[in-house]
């Protein structure tokens, strides 16, 4: 952080900030220019600027470390890889996850795997414990939920994701999940991104619905301060003006994130749009804004689904569109997986 001092500060107002830095714990850098003193705090101690700009004498101050170190390019240039049942999410590679919305059955869920293993997919997703906006929507399968679709994935050679609502369900993905979902609405639970900060298996985490990219990035930084070291951005739409459309999908994130973060990040065009035929080109336009994976809601019967039905992709519609970005990632030098 940097702390500009106004023209005319007195040398009092100047070591009142000096002081201020050293109290917090931080080393000072001064530099003498000809309009302007220059205050520079290093260190890791986290500070407010907010203290500074209160101080009298100072014009402005800037914040040149970013306050999500782990995530961050400075901390790691390299892109993370993250692979999961030989699917790799990162660097060169764009992975694929797909599934139904929630997991309604056994017949639905061993269909959809069935299905989606034949397209080649490797990552099944699928929710048993739903946020819903409504408490009367159906609310997930819970633990028999996560059974089944432990059960169809085995069946299939496939791997799991689904969301984890709360700390005390952690037991239970654990055992069943390959990757623990946090959900948009969960992406400031502080105390569950703590504990899953111990976790031994990759997490994704969702975008919240108006959370900033740097929000996001302290999320994820959450994560990434106990021994977790995979964490997967996902971009799922935000919440603009625009009513088109479910959420407004923020596909300039993917270039900005991957220039803030070695983090991977995927796209989820099924909630970012919330309709069938606006999935396709934005999977499309996903990969070819370098996204390191999609996850794309796929239903053996959309028209019967619980919940998503209209955002989801028929099995054949997706088998389509996953041969199509296979063509289409060589173009951005990705290899889709
Ligand atoms: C989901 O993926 O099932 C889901 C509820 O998504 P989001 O948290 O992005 O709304
Ligand atoms: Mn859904």
């Known amino acids: 952080m940097i702390i500009v001092m106004r023209h005319g500060a007195t040398q009092d107002d100047i070591n009142k900030v000096i002081d201020l830095i050293k109290l917090k714990g931080r080393e000072v850098h001064l530099s003498e220019g000809e309009s302007h003193t220059i205050v520079g705090a290093v260190g890791e101690k986290v500070i407010d600027p907010r203290e500074f700009e209160l101080l009298d004498g100072v014009k402005e101050v800037i914040k040149i470390s970013s306050s999500y170190k782990l995530a961050s390019r400075?901390?790691?240039?390299?892109?993370t890889i993250i692979e999961v049942n030989g699917v790799k999410f990162g660097g060169g590679y764009t992975g694929m996850i797909a599934g139904p919305c929630t997991i309604e059955n056994e017949e639905q869920i061993f269909e959809c795997a069935r299905l989606l293993s034949q397209s080649g997919v490797k990552i099944i997703r699928g929710g048993a414990f739903k946020p819903r906006t409504s408490p009367y929507s159906f609310q997930g399968l819970g633990e028999e939920g996560l059974k089944l679709i432990r059960a169809a994935a085995d069946k299939y050679n496939l791997a799991v994701t689904s969301e984890v609502m709360e700390i005390s369900q952690i037991p239970l993905f654990i055992k069943y999940v390959d990757i623990l979902q946090v959900g948009a609405r969960n992406m400031q639970n502080f105390n569950l991104l703590r504990e899953l900060s111990?976790?031994?298996k990759p997490v994704i985490i969702k975008r919240g619905l108006s959370a900033t990219i740097n929000e996001w990035l302290m999320a994820a930084e959450y994560i990434l301060s106990g021994t977790n070291r995979e964490v997967i951005l996902c971009e799922r739409g935000i919440r603009t003006f625009e009513v088109a459309t479910r959420n407004t999908l923020d596909l300039c994130a993917i270039p900005v994130v991957k220039?803030?973060?070695?983090?991977p990040i995927i796209v989820d065009p099924s909630h970012g749009t919330g309709l069938r035929d606006k999935v396709v080109p934005m999977s499309l336009a996903s990969v070819a804004a370098g996204c390191d994976g999609l996850i794309i809601e796929v239903h053996n019967k959309p028209e019967c689904a619980l919940c998503d039905g209209a955002q989801s992709l028929y099995?054949?519609?997706?088998?389509?569109?996953?041969?199509?970005l296979k063509k289409l990632a060589p173009v951005v030098d990705k290899t889709m997986n």
Not at 315 to 324: G, I, T
């Open 74 to 79: 400075i901390f790691q240039q390299e892109d």
């Open 259 to 263: 220039k803030m973060s070695h983090l």
């Open 198 to 200: 111990r976790v031994n």
């Open 315 to 324: 099995p054949e519609q997706f088998d389509v569109l996953f041969n199509k």
